[in-house]
């Protein structure tokens, strides 16, 4: 048989030949086209093994940091956002609400103001706040989980939060919402510990299923650096004693109460 | 295809379809997640830190701008990897054809027009003793590697340095996968011509195929 080709050498090596069989047991027996595959072989494998400057842990960030001011805001369409399956349920409070003080409102102008009737406000407050209590509750769970993930055993090497990771996102949208919503009402202390809430549950969300040990530690070292669990709970405990005692939460008092909390 | 690359590729997804809804900072994950990649990438095309970074910001940038185009079921690793590689190849004909004016017309180098490889040999022909140093082997290697037109080093580090198939070099060298695999032949044995000086005389005979 013919010595192989330069070409036939190539295609070999790159598993690409025709008549694999054929060729491989030439090389084989022959230790002239054995030795030019090597050689072929070892100046690719020096190729490969050129050094590449490490850019750095960070680098990704830093990329982020130089492009970021240079994109452009892109117009979402409301009704793709807004008929996504998850966002169903934020959208579903929000018609909640505007019916409540729809009819609230009709039922305040009938009722002459007097004591006993709830003003539109008040109502649209009260929904509000049974809203993000349950919020609340449902994320300081989510918060609870991460705090206590370990890992599995000793050899295992990442940890699954695939589960927290797709409630965060779905309680994402609910946050922004009842976010924005304390602050056009001026519940400057609800507006502040859900943000704070937000950026964990945008990490948590953003997350891959499964993390190093070093990625976990981050997301819980936040939770933690916040104090993020004890700000949750305290305005949990606020939100519930303004709805027993049917209190209007003056943004002042409640707020205050957990800003006070927030620095102890 | 593993769990890890699974749950990467969900979230990516999930950014992806943020990020188009108008929520901006949900593309800040995409960069963070694949940004080491592209700079790997950028430095072997380019062989140079400055250059490589300039590519990485691009490719993100031109990445955002066209992410409407990008298909939900691709994956975005690939798809962003391809849009490095087309505007490196873009910025390496480009820059190539600004030096070709500087210099004499006759010294111009095209994707189409092979020349021929021994001309290309540097002067300082590695001998065996040489490339045992490594600082030389990787000076040759360089050198090899900037003497190959932009469409040639692209296939050779797609092919060979980051083991993509042919038909991925096509696309990003918007060819054919024919072309695409000439591209990577013509590529290894310029490279072989240019590091293996004493091998040349033997190569060319064997590219005839001569009886054993």
Same mark, same amino acid.
Not at chain 2, 163 to 166: A, L, P, Y
């Given at each position: 048989?013919?010595? *192989?080709?330069?070409?036939q050498?190539?295609?070999?090596?790159?598993?690409?030949?025709?008549?694999r069989?054929?060729?491989?047991?030439?090389i084989?027996?022959?230790?002239?086209?054995?030795?030019?595959?090597?050689?072929?072989?070892?100046?690719?494998?020096a190729?490969?093994?050129l050094p590449i400057?490490?850019?750095?842990?960070?680098?990704?960030?830093? !990329?982020?940091?130089?492009?970021?001011?240079?994109?452009e805001?892109?117009?979402s369409?409301?009704w793709?956002?807004?008929?996504?399956?998850?966002r169903?349920?934020?959208a579903?409070? !929000?018609?909640? *609400?505007?019916?409540?003080a729809f009819?609230?409102?009709? !039922?305040?102008?009938?009722?002459?103001h007097g004591?006993?009737?709830?003003?539109a406000?008040?109502?649209?407050?009260?929904?509000?706040? *049974?809203?993000?209590?349950?919020?609340l509750?449902?994320?300081?769970?989510?918060?609870m989980?991460?705090? #206590?993930?370990?890992?599995?055993?000793?050899?295992?090497?990442?940890?699954?939060? &695939?589960s927290?990771?797709?409630?965060?996102?779905?309680l994402l949208?609910e #946050?922004r919402?009842?976010?924005?919503?304390?602050?056009?009402?001026?519940?400057t202390?609800?507006?502040?510990?859900?943000?704070?809430l937000?950026? !964990?549950?945008?990490?948590?969300?953003?997350?891959?299923?499964?993390?190093?040990?070093?990625?976990?530690?981050?997301?819980r070292?936040?939770?933690?650096?916040?104090?993020l669990?004890?700000?949750v709970?305290?305005?949990t405990?606020e939100?519930?004693?303004?709805e027993?005692?049917?209190k209007q939460?003056?943004?002042? &008092?409640?707020?205050?109460?957990?800003?006070? #909390?927030?620095?102890? | 295809?593993?769990?890890?690359?699974?749950?990467?590729?969900?979230?990516?997804?999930?950014?992806?379809?943020?990020?188009?809804?108008?929520?901006?900072?949900?593309?800040?994950?995409?960069?963070?997640?694949?940004?080491?990649? +592209?700079?790997?990438?950028?430095?072997?095309?380019?062989g140079?830190?400055?250059?490589?970074?300039? +590519?990485?910001?691009?490719?993100?940038?031109?990445?955002y701008?066209?992410?409407?185009?990008?298909?939900?079921?691709?994956?975005?690793?690939?798809?962003?990897?391809? +849009?490095?590689a087309?505007?490196?190849?873009?910025?390496?004909?480009?820059?190539?054809?600004?030096?070709?004016?500087?210099?004499?017309?006759?010294t111009?180098?095209?994707?189409?027009?092979?020349?021929?490889?021994?001309?290309?040999?540097?002067?300082?022909?590695?001998?065996?003793?040489?490339l045992?140093?490594?600082?030389?082997?990787r000076?040759?290697?360089?050198?090899?590697l900037?003497?190959?037109?932009p469409?040639?080093r692209i296939?050779?580090?797609?092919?060979?340095?980051d083991?993509?198939? +042919?038909e991925?070099i096509?696309?990003?060298?918007?060819?054919?996968?024919?072309?695409?695999?000439?591209?990577?032949f013509?590529?290894v044995?310029?490279?072989?011509?240019?590091?293996?000086?004493?091998?040349?005389?033997r190569?060319?005979?064997?590219?005839?195929?001569t009886?054993?």
């Open positions: 048989m013919k010595h *192989l080709s330069e070409e050498l190539i295609a070999y090596q790159d598993g690409e030949i025709s008549g069989d054929a060729a491989a047991a030439h084989n027996s022959c230790a002239e086209c054995k030795a030019e595959l090597n050689r072929l072989a070892e100046m690719l494998a190729y490969q093994a400057p490490d850019p750095g842990e960070d680098y990704g960030r830093r !990329v982020w940091q130089q492009i970021a001011p240079r994109l805001e892109k117009r369409h409301w793709q956002v807004f008929l996504e399956p998850r169903l349920t934020a579903g409070l !929000v018609a909640a *609400l505007l019916l409540v009819l609230a409102g009709r !039922v305040s102008k009938r009722a002459d004591d006993a009737a709830l003003t406000e008040q109502v649209r407050q009260r929904v509000l706040l *049974l809203a993000v209590g349950e919020h509750g449902r994320s300081e769970m989510v918060l989980e991460i705090a #206590n993930a370990e890992p599995e055993g000793a050899s295992v090497k990442q940890v699954s939060l &695939s927290q990771r797709r409630r965060a996102e779905e949208d #946050n919402l009842y976010r924005q919503t304390a602050l056009q009402e001026g519940d202390g609800i507006a502040n510990v859900l943000d704070e937000e950026r !964990v549950l945008l990490d948590v969300a953003h997350s891959p299923g499964n993390l190093t040990p070093a990625q976990f530690k981050s997301i070292q936040r939770i933690d650096d916040d104090g669990l004890f700000k709970r305290v305005l405990q939100i519930e004693r303004r027993k005692t049917g939460g003056p943004a002042e &008092s409640g707020s205050a109460k957990v800003e006070r #909390n927030n620095q102890a | 295809m593993n769990e890890s690359v699974e749950s990467v590729r969900a979230a990516d997804a999930i950014a992806i379809e943020r990020t188009l809804a108008g929520d901006r900072d949900a593309f800040r994950v995409l960069v963070e997640r694949h940004s080491a990649t +592209i700079f790997r990438l950028a430095y072997r095309l380019t140079n830190h400055h250059d490589a970074e300039e +590519i990485v910001q691009e490719a993100f940038l031109r990445a701008q066209k992410l409407e185009q990008f298909a939900s079921q691709a994956n975005f690793a690939t798809w962003v990897y391809r +849009i490095a087309n505007y490196t190849i873009d910025r390496m004909r480009q820059r190539k054809q600004e030096d070709a004016r500087r210099q004499a017309p006759s111009e180098m095209s994707d189409d027009v092979e020349q021929d490889p021994l001309r290309q040999v540097p002067d300082a022909a590695p001998t065996p003793e040489r045992t140093q490594s600082v030389e082997l000076r040759q290697m360089e050198n090899a900037n003497s190959l037109t469409a040639e296939a050779f580090v797609m092919r060979h340095c083991g993509c198939g +042919i991925e096509a696309a990003a060298l918007k060819s054919n996968s024919g072309a695409a695999k000439n591209t990577v013509r590529a044995h310029k490279l072989r011509q240019m590091l293996e000086p004493q091998l040349a005389p190569a060319t005979a064997r590219a005839m195929g009886e054993s």
